[in-house]
């Protein structure tokens, strides 16, 4: 059994809610003490993981309980860590301005692949936040590549992952697919 300080329900939440929620508990935890969120959102672990990152605290890992995931976090020590946020931002109508204007625009989808089968750009290549790492190498780091998820979030911490690792043209998209207006299609029976 793994001691926690606090446990937080994030069952039957999608992104960005789990994260939203964490950040709310964390901030009224002590430095070093440890949260259990529990999630069955599959993209939570990918998001866990990036979020802590980004804002310094311990992603300690995650066990799966049937379809619930928990995950372990432990809550940055001395000074507060201000959550960072990717710079460079595009909003959706400007993303279509630049798919129509350029048919070679790099649009890539961090969301779990059950939500790029249901709708996505056209163009998009789909590439899932938590398989981010480890396909580094299907992009091209000189490339202009505009990230985007359902909420703009999981998109943001990618757009980071990416340009810490030497992508030069990286933009986030806001608010990402949840508020898309543009061409889209299925692929659910492919």
Same mark, same amino acid.
């Given at each position: ?52 990152e980004s804002t310094g605290h ?11 995931? $928990? ?6 020590? *001395? &000074?507060?860590?201000? %959550?960072?946020?990717? /710079?460079?931002? @595009? ?5 279509l301005q630049k798919i129509e ?23 998009? $290549? ?6 981010? *790492? &480890?396909?580094?190498? %299907?992009?091209?780091? /000189?490339?202009? @590549? ?45």
């Amino acid at each position: 059994m793994i001691k926690t300080n606090s446990v937080l329900d994030a069952k039957g939440l999608a992104c960005p809610m789990p994260i939203v929620r964490t950040k709310k508990v964390m901030n009224g935890l002590e430095a070093g003490e440890v949260l259990e969120v529990q999630a069955t959102d599959k993209g939570s672990t990918a998001d866990m993981k990036a979020w802590a990152e980004s804002t310094g605290h311990q992603y300690l890992g995650t066990v799966e309980e049937g379809t619930v995931l $928990k995950h372990y976090l432990r809550k940055a020590c *001395g &000074e507060e860590h201000e %959550e960072k946020k990717h /710079e460079k931002v @595009i909003s959706n109508e400007e993303l279509l301005q630049k798919i129509e204007e350029n048919q070679n625009t790099i649009v890539l989808d961090v969301r779990e692949s059950a939500e790029y089968a249901f709708n996505h750009i056209p163009s998009a $290549k789909s590439l899932p936040m938590g398989e981010l *790492g &480890e396909r580094f190498s %299907e992009l091209d780091k /000189e490339s202009e @590549i505009f990230v985007i998820c359902r909420t703009g979030s999981r998109s943001d911490l990618a757009a980071q992952k990416l340009t810490a690792e030497g992508f030069k043209q990286v933009v986030n998209v806001e608010p990402g697919m949840s508020q898309w207006s543009g061409p889209s299609q299925k692929s659910v029976n492919e």
